[in-house]
């Protein structure tokens, strides 16, 4: 575990939460939290977004295998993960999801803290826990194509597949570990 996680452990309001990588056979919970985190876009009106497949368990174990998973575990339960891959030389945090029950609790922010810096995103502009939120985290929107031709790559795919919903890439220079 990277030294960042655990401060950012340390940082959470609960006292029960630790960071970590997540394990092999963990993929059907991920799968599963990220459909429970989707449902709050039921209420903005994105039902589409809501009832969207979430990733496969496949999926989540490949990343859980090249190291790319990190989840909160609360008393032997995953209450939220954060997936991320390589991007032009930065961290991309590809999904983040926080268990309803466990939003607000700084969980999503020590996850996206425990990463090494420089870190990179794409996000909705206009949804409140999005672009708004990530701001107040340190993350700057940007041309994807000033980060490389992978973040272009991806803020293009977005586009047609949340279209007509506006999204934007995001990166933060800096580490916030504490």
Not at 52 to 73: C, F, H, K, M, T
Not at 95 to 122: N, Q, T, Y
Not at 154 to 175: L, T
Request: charged share 20%.
């Amino acid at each position: 575990m990277k030294a960042g996680a655990a401060a950012a452990a340390r940082a959470l309001r609960s006292d029960l939460t630790s960071i970590r990588q997540a394990r092999p056979g963990e993929g059907r919970q991920l799968s599963r939290l990220e459909a429970d985190a989707a449902s709050l876009f039921r209420e903005i009106g994105r039902d589409a977004i809501a009832d969207a497949p979430p990733s496969s368990p496949q999926s989540y174990e490949r990343w859980i295998a090249a190291g790319g998973v990190l989840v909160a575990d609360i008393e032997g339960a995953l209450a939220a993960f954060l997936a991320h891959e390589p991007c032009d030389g930065h961290t991309f945090i590809c999904e983040v999801s926080v268990h309803p029950a466990h939003m607000g609790k700084g969980i999503g922010r020590a996850l996206m803290d425990a990463l090494p810096a420089p870190v990179s995103l794409s996000c909705f502009t206009d949804v409140p826990w999005n672009k708004p939120y990530y701001a107040r985290l340190g993350f700057e929107a940007i041309d994807p194509a000033t980060l490389g031709p992978g973040h272009s790559r991806i803020a293009r795919d977005e586009a047609k597949r949340f279209h007509p919903w506006p999204r934007c890439v995001m990166f933060r220079a800096e580490s916030q570990q504490g």
